[in-house]
């Protein structure tokens, strides 16, 4: 992307949404293991959560998780996860993984 580009908020939601997919919690592991794996609920668009983090939204995260509508992934959860082999969207916006579970009905 150029420059101008990639502070465009349309082009930047387009190639996040393109970089999201479907992924298997356990390849996930080893992200895990680094705490780096953000659980997003499925209140919340999986895109607009990744836009704010690409553009360092520290007011809005924060809401998030003080809503507990964002959180790293627990053990707990990822123990449940691994033990289900669940699949779950999955978009990088490094140094995060963020990860939503898939809503009913979908996909």
Request: net charge negative.
């Amino acid at each position: 992307m150029s420059e101008a580009s990639d502070r465009d908020p349309a082009v930047v939601r387009q190639k996040l949404n393109q970089d999201t997919a479907k992924i298997k919690w356990g390849a996930l592991h080893e992200h895990q293991l680094i705490e780096c794996v953000i659980a997003v609920s499925a209140d919340l668009d999986l895109i607009d959560v990744a836009y704010e983090f690409t553009f360092d939204n520290h007011d809005q995260v924060k809401a998030w998780m003080e809503q507990e509508q964002i959180m790293k992934v627990s053990d707990e959860q990822a123990q449940q996860w691994k033990t289900e082999d669940r699949e779950l969207w999955a978009v990088v916006v490094a140094p995060w993984v963020l990860v939503q579970e898939q809503k009913p009905g979908t996909n």
